[in-house]
């Protein structure tokens, strides 16, 4: 796992009611763009085999990691949009992605345009939790009949289901962090 | 203005009814992110004089611009979160803005940790027509007492009245491309 992310975790994560770990200050409200960086080699070294021509992500935190990524990987990024309605648009694949944490439900939306059957597609995400919003964006990778190369994700809540479920199936799953547990304020990383 | 990005406009643009130009395949649905170095360089040659030590924009689509340019900056970014409930919070700064293309209202919010009087602030966004999205950012610093460096566009419409009225403040603004006109199927760049 990357010692520089679990470090910037510990120290700048702050720890709230219900063991939720919030990473406000660095990742997904205020943005560190050396950290990125440093996520973004580490995503082209582990997918290093791979010859990934796309980066699905979904709006809007994701954006930013998957843009910082796609310079190593040198391709373009394409972002899901997310809207409440759910009427139907022409051109597009949709899938329906439930959050958990803000309780609700929504589409995701890419335009058929944008990922084709000979795209090979690496979904890039900043969380990965109950694993809704990549359950979605695996569906529009079927529904595109394009390749899923693999799912990378800065940190993973260990102690949810979704990266479980994701390996279960047999897909690739690079997570640059594992939180496995938070107890009285002490952060557990996964080895 | 940067011929590069005009000329994207130009070839990759598509025209809708109502004379509305969609740049979905190059910077906000599907990004380029080798377009988005190119603008993040400009940004820092028009800014080189400031020094800028925060980047502010608003999800989603700013982030993106934002992330990519503050590499040059060495900056963090912090982007505004959109919310459509009005409660307030406690420990942020907000603005209301009205959308015109979505017909709605939403606040925008900026946390007070990321915003500090001491800071030199660079609003980034991809897009200006009428201005609401920068005024509600100009208030959040305001808020903050922070200090405005500028305002950085990647593309202007020239015909709506949000970069007119941002220059009548005498604001300093850049925006890399500026669509006078769009009239059967042409796009006229402001020179």
């Known amino acids: 796992m990357m010692k520089l992310l679990e470090s910037m975790i510990q120290e700048k994560g702050t720890i709230k009611e219900g063991n939720i770990v919030k990473v406000d200050s660095f990742l997904n409200h205020q943005i560190d763009i050396e950290l990125l960086n440093e996520c973004g080699k580490e995503f082209k070294k582990r997918f290093a085999d791979c010859k990934v021509t796309k980066i699905l992500t979904l709006e809007a935190s994701g954006i930013a990691i998957a843009c910082i990524a796609a310079q190593y990987f040198k ?22 992605v439930i959050s958990y944490t803000k309780a609700k439900e929504y589409n995701i939306k890419v335009d058929k345009d944008y990922i084709k059957s000979s795209d090979k597609v690496l979904i890039i995400d900043d969380f990965l939790a109950q694993g809704e919003a990549v359950a979605g964006l695996l569906s529009i990778i079927k529904q595109a009949e394009a390749n899923l190369v693999g799912i990378g994700i800065i940190i993973e809540k260990g102690f949810q289901q979704g990266g479980k479920k994701i390996r279960e199936k047999g897909l690739r799953l690079e997570s640059l962090a594992i939180i496995d547990s938070i107890e009285d304020g002490i952060i557990q990383f996964r080895k």
Do not use: H, M
Not at 80 to 88: F, G, I, M, Q, V
């Open 75 to 96: 391709t373009p990024v394409v972002f899901a949009k997310k809207s409440e309605a759910s009427n139907l648009s022409e051109n597009v694949y949709e899938s329906r």
